[in-house]
Nanobody, 124 residues
């Protein structure tokens, strides 16, 4: 089992940047595939980015490609989401997810573990 805690959210103007962090408990972090999802009010939870266990593979939603970068540091049990050129449509609660499988699924139902989320608000 893994416990996830997100941080780094906040209020930023359009065009600005934020870096989210997700710290994981336990000594087996490197065995988990990791991802970021987001959920805006009244909308379904959507996939943002995912990363394989060894960092070799990364995946992005079309809406964030070229602006967001996911990375992980297995020595620090942490996954990051660097968000640049933020837009008002990026406003949402951002959630970290972990799964022991090797597939980076874009369906939120496929992920086993979730953090509580961190709010990102982008003003125009």
């Amino acid at each position: 089992q893994v416990h996830l805690v997100e941080s780094g959210g906040g209020l930023v103007q359009a065009g600005g940047s934020l870096r989210l962090s997700c710290a994981a408990s336990g000594r087996t972090f490197s065995r988990y595939t990791m991802a970021w999802f987001r959920q805006a009010p009244g909308k379904e939870r959507e996939f943002v980015a995912g990363i394989s266990r060894s960092t070799e593979y990364t995946y992005y939603a079309d809406s964030v490609k070229g602006r967001f970068t996911i990375s992980r540091d297995n020595a620090k049990n942490t996954v990051y989401l660097q968000m640049n050129n933020l837009k008002p449509d990026d406003t949402a609660v951002y959630l970290c997810a972990a799964d022991q499988g090797s597939i980076v699924s874009q369906r939120f139902n496929d992920w086993d573990y979730w953090g509580q989320g961190t709010q990102v608000t982008v003003s125009s």
